[in-house]
């Protein structure tokens, strides 16, 4: 399985995975706060979104990499592989 590399997307990745555990102590503080269910399934919705935005990125990070790879190193090369992942990039956000 690949590893991801570049220290620019892990450090995205994390960012990102920090903003939604910020995101579940509020839910755990909502909960014991005794505050509105329908509140509360509300954060329950925007962090599973979270969470599956990160997990789309991580994917599309990781094949990226995986492709950069395969493809020659010209700059026309790699400005279309970027182009095509923020394609399907985009592709798999819809799927959610």
Do not use: F, P
């Not at 903003?19 to 599973?48: F, K, T, W």
């Amino acid at each position: 399985m690949a590893v991801l590399n570049d220290a620019k997307s892990r450090t995205d990745l994390l960012n990102r995975l920090k903003r939604a555990e910020g995101q579940l102590r509020g839910i755990q503080r909502m909960i014991e706060g005794g505050e509105d269910a329908l509140d509360i399934a509300g954060q329950m919705s925007a962090v599973r979104k979270a969470l599956d935005s990160t997990y789309v990125r991580m994917t599309v990070c990781v094949m990226e990499q995986e492709l950069a790879g395969k493809v020659s190193d010209n700059a026309r090369g790699r400005k279309q592989l970027a182009e095509v992942m923020d394609e399907v990039q985009a592709l798999l956000s819809k799927v959610r």
